[in-house]
Nanobody, 122 residues
Framework: QVQLVESGGGSVQAGGSLRLSCAASGYTYSISYCMAWFRQALGKEREGVAGIDSDGSTSYADSVKGRFTISKDNAENTLYLQMNSLKPEDTAMYYC???????????????WGQGTQVTVSS
């Protein structure tokens, strides 16, 4: 089993920044270190935000391109999401996910964290 623990959420004003972290533990060698951030706003479906494959290649949702940066520290088994120029529409619960292959489909990711809330006020 892989355990994922997110941190770094909070409340900021529009235009501000936050950095989310996701610490992975457990049998991380059993996965090819594909990891991603998803978010879910109240009343909406969970959506992919950014992903990073085992070779370091990254993918971003159009809504966050140029504002968010995903990265990972393999030595520390930690995933990050740097979020700049935050907008009220970025308000959501943010989840870290891990799996064997990157996909924007949330249902295909086997491991999830508990989430961290990000609230952006105008």
């Amino acid at each position: 089993q892989v355990q994922l623990v997110e941190s770094g959420g909070g409340s900021v004003q529009a235009g501000g920044s936050l950095r989310l972290s996701c610490a992975a533990s457990g049998y991380t060698y059993s996965i090819s270190y594909c990891m991603a951030w998803f978010r879910q706003a109240l009343g909406k479906e969970r959506e992919g935000v950014a992903g990073i494959d085992s070779d370091g290649s990254t993918s971003y949702a159009d809504s966050v391109k140029g504002r968010f940066t995903i990265s990972k520290d393999n030595a520390e088994n930690t995933l990050y999401l740097q979020m700049n120029s935050l907008k009220p529409e970025d308000t959501a619960m943010y989840y870290c996910a891990a799996g064997n292959g990157f996909t924007w489909s949330a249902s295909m990711w086997p491991y999830w964290g508990q989430g961290t809330q990000v609230t952006v006020s105008s």
